[in-house]
């Protein structure tokens, strides 16, 4: 299996500063037919089911603010919230879907300051 | 506006097996091209994928716990199923249902996830 990990277990951060958390896959999820990294990030709020935020590494779902930009390739990804909002308050866990089975990093926790 | 709910026992015994259902609305689990599957969170613990089906019949499932799962589906009722024998404490979780999308030659991404129902294994 590819194992995810993520950095740091948590973080706070001001109103309207930047956060930004790492994901690390144990082997590369870059695609070599189509240059695609199978990299997901989704954002689970206490008391409520995950939410994708972006896929393909970099790519936004639709209605996510963009605040939220993901980046990287290979094995080194990274989530950056742009300006922290109070509605950001989470949980953030990565996913790699290269390869079955589908697998999540342990996750970010981040909180306010 | 596509709603997945889960339903199912909230506490089985150890060594019993678990039988879980979502029903889907607002989309029918019969046409392609999205799978439906189930994904587990241990409390305070990250998620594990389960198993996948897609309307065709074919069905996924992580390699851990391939031998004590089943993944099914009644097209008729736009439910599908999973069932999880042998159960033992490290079964324990919140079980949620998803719509899964395929990415091509890759496997799947998860949106939109059901509520999700906590289980607990204990005697």
């Known amino acids: 299996d590819i194992v995810m990990t993520q950095s740091p277990d948590s973080l706070a951060v001001s109103l309207g500063e930047r956060a930004t958390f790492n994901c690390k896959s144990s082997?590369?999820?870059?695609?070599?037919?189509?240059?695609?990294?199978?990299l997901a990030w989704y954002q689970q709020k206490p008391g409520q089911p995950p939410k994708l935020l972006i896929y393909?590494?970099?790519t936004r779902e639709s209605g996510v603010p963009d605040r939220f930009s993901g980046s990287g390739s290979g094995t080194d990804f990274t989530l950056t919230i742009s300006s922290l909002q109070a509605e950001d308050v989470a949980v953030y866990y990565c996913?790699?879907?290269?390869?079955?089975?589908?697998?999540f990093g342990p996750g970010t926790k981040v909180d306010i300051k | 506006q596509l709603q997945l709910q889960e339903s199912g026992p909230g506490q089985v015994k150890p060594s019993e097996t678990l039988s879980l259902t979502c029903t889907v609305s607002?989309?029918?689990?019969?046409?392609?091209?999205?799978?439906w599957g189930w994904i587990r969170q241990p409390p305070g613990k990250g998620l594990e994928w389960i198993a996948a089906?897609?309307?065709?019949?074919?069905?996924a499932y992580n390699p851990s716990l391939k031998s004590r799962v089943t993944i099914s589906a009644d097209m008729s009722r736009n439910q599908f199923s999973l069932k999880l024998t042998s159960l033992t404490a490290a079964d324990t979780a919140v079980y949620y249902c998803?719509?899964?999308?395929?990415?091509?030659?890759?496997?799947?991404?998860?949106?939109?996830w059901g509520q999700g129902t906590l289980v607990t294994v204990s005697s």
């Open positions: 998803a719509r899964l999308h395929r990415h091509g030659s890759a496997w799947y991404t998860v949106d939109p």
């Open positions: 607002g989309a029918s689990i019969s046409t392609g091209p999205y799978r």
């Open positions: 089906i897609y309307y065709t019949g074919d069905t």
């Open positions: 082997q590369s999820i870059l695609s070599s037919s189509n240059n695609e990294n199978y």
């Open positions: 393909r590494a970099s």
């Open positions: 996913q790699q879907y290269y390869l079955i089975p589908v697998t």
